[in-house]
């Protein structure tokens, strides 16, 4: 890969989480001079930063770790089937030290900008410090929910107690008991944190703006025995996710919510409500998502479970959402988080009965009275898929900002590349498959390093995509979103964000097609020698 000026590095990777980390090892399997750059002091990404009480995996942790080492999945031993962080954590520290990665990362390392440069084909890349790199090619490894948001309310920096967003939660233990506790939020994130909150602490107050839809984790243990024999089926366990819709172990029932009589839907509803996972979203009837008349079935089912496990009907009705079905938004999974409401030390506050006006130094003011607080826990989510990349001055050709490009949203190729920024390539940017991420990463990372030895083995320095081929994809990312509930839903997977500037606009904002037609697209564009791209 010569060129007049060579840059300092082959690549410059964005990120040392688990997409950063695999990457790294691919890149380093070609010869190439790669360097990570890391905001944080150690790997793990996600499960580095969001070390608050409760995160764990909601994928079964036997398909969510790396699948590309026979000798790693033969030398770990998952403890339960729906890991906690920190043992997620260790997992991501051992992969960095059985591969040595740690050589090639730089912490304590965050990008401010990325600027390219046209007249040496390369990217100059700029950290916090105001120290410079150049490298041939630049892979963002960001992730899809990174960037985290502060509520906008008035006076957050005037509270004279302890308060921190779960995704910036202290190295250090905290302890709960005897204090009062605020959450604001009821999301994934803040459903996992009030269970755990609750178990110690003095009084906890749940602000909750929305509800969601939540179901069951039904985690548990994982002995010597189980573990062998979940070994023994990594074959069949990653044979599963490849084929899946979106790569979790659930597959979708043929059928659909009218096929059969009312007895055996409710039966069904009733083994999905008690089996592990994602099941009751992703392996239920297949018309929950697209019929409005099934969706309010599953949504009735779900309401009534809420309704048996909460004893103040006014409480369980505030926990119900009204403004979207079962589903259309992210469901996060519980270990009675319900029954939590129960307890004489929980209160939940309605913040459409009454909303917050503004944090005080002692504590929160709603319009209906003021509350004293020792701490204050702010799970209010992310500014998904963009993002990350919106937080850092990303240049193209021509000096062309990303942030002014997908001002009225994200436009891209296969989700890994944008037209106008050159050797630019996104491990998880918008509009690639989600669903059970370390199945699309482990995917993508191998696409893009079979692009990059295609690039090398023909002493190509550039790549980009084409527009007509960006029109082509968000044509498909548009026709595979038809129908969908989710659609007229405000969420992330709209790329709203009441939080965010700017981000209240609903537009498609991911691809929500099969990941096996996801890849089979990837792999059309790989098989024709990259022709639809732009190659120089």
Not at 177 to 199: D, H, L, M, S, Y
Request: with cysteine.
């Amino acid at each position: 890969m010569s060129s007049a000026q060579s840059p300092e590095f082959d690549a410059i990777i964005v990120g040392a989480g688990m997409s950063g980390l695999f990457q790294l090892y691919r890149l380093r399997e070609l010869g190439l001079k790669v360097r990570v750059f890391e905001s944080g002091t150690g790997v793990g990404g996600t499960w580095y930063w969001n070390r608050y009480p409760g995160a764990r995996f909601d994928s079964e942790s036997y398909s969510y770790g790396y699948s590309f080492s026979q000798e790693l999945l033969e030398e770990w031993d998952w403890t339960e089937h729906f890991a906690p962080q920190p043992e997620t954590l260790r997992y991501l520290n051992h992969v960095a030290d059985k591969f040595d990665l740690r050589r090639d990362i730089q912490f304590r390392s965050k990008v401010t900008s990325a600027h390219w440069r046209e007249e040496t084909r390369s990217w100059e890349v700029t950290l916090e410090d105001g120290s410079r790199s150049t490298a041939r090619f630049l892979i963002t490894a960001v992730g899809p929910l990174s960037a985290f948001t502060m509520p906008r309310i008035e006076g957050i920096d005037s509270f004279a107690g302890q308060s921190c967003h779960t995704a910036r939660w202290p190295h250090e233990p905290v302890s709960f008991e005897g204090k009062r506790v605020a959450v604001i939020g009821t999301g994934a994130t803040g459903v996992q944190t009030i269970q755990e909150v609750a178990k110690t602490a003095k009084t906890l107050t749940v602000f909750q703006r929305t509800p969601n839809w939540c179901a069951p984790l039904h985690n548990r243990k994982i002995d010597a025995a189980e573990m062998a024999r979940i070994r023994s089926d990594y074959p069949d366990i990653f044979r599963r996710c490849q084929e899946t819709f979106a790569c979790f172990l659930h597959t979708a029932e043929p059928r659909g919510t009218f096929e059969v009589t009312p007895a055996e839907r409710e039966a069904f509803f009733e083994k999905l409500y008690g089996e592990p996972g994602f099941g009751i979203w992703v392996g239920n009837f297949n018309d929950i998502l697209t019929s409005k008349d099934a969706n309010a079935l599953i949504s009735d089912f779900v309401a009534r479970k809420i309704r048996s496990r909460v004893r103040d009907p006014r409480v369980a009705e505030k926990l119900i959402p009204k403004n979207h079905g079962f589903g259309t938004r992210r469901v996060p999974l519980e270990t009675r988080y319900y029954e939590v409401y129960n307890q004489p030390n929980v209160e939940l506050v309605d913040l459409t009965e009454t909303p917050i006006e503004r944090v005080t130094p002692t504590g929160i003011r709603t319009s209906a009275r003021d509350y004293d607080f020792d701490m204050i826990i702010y799970a209010t989510g992310f500014d998904a898929l963009t993002g990350a990349f919106d937080r850092v001055d990303i240049r193209g050709v021509g000096g062309e900002r990303l942030k002014d490009k997908w001002a009225e949203g994200a436009e891209t190729f296969v989700g890994m590349s944008v037209e106008g920024f050159p050797n630019m390539l996104m491990l998880l940017g918008p509009h690639t498959a989600l669903g059970n991420i370390p199945r699309s990463i482990e995917y993508n990372v191998e696409w893009v390093t079979d692009l990059l030895r295609f690039m090398r083995d023909r002493g190509l320095t550039r790549i980009d995509a084409r527009p007509e081929g960006v029109k082509a994809w968000m044509k498909t990312v548009q026709e595979v979103s038809a129908g969908l509930l989710s659609n007229d839903v405000n969420s992330w997977f709209t790329g709203v964000n009441t939080n965010v500037e700017g981000k209240q606009t609903r537009r498609i904002s991911r691809y929500s097609g099969s990941a096996p037609a996801y890849r089979a697209r990837c792999d059309e564009v790989a098989a024709a020698g990259y022709r639809e791209m732009e190659l120089g």
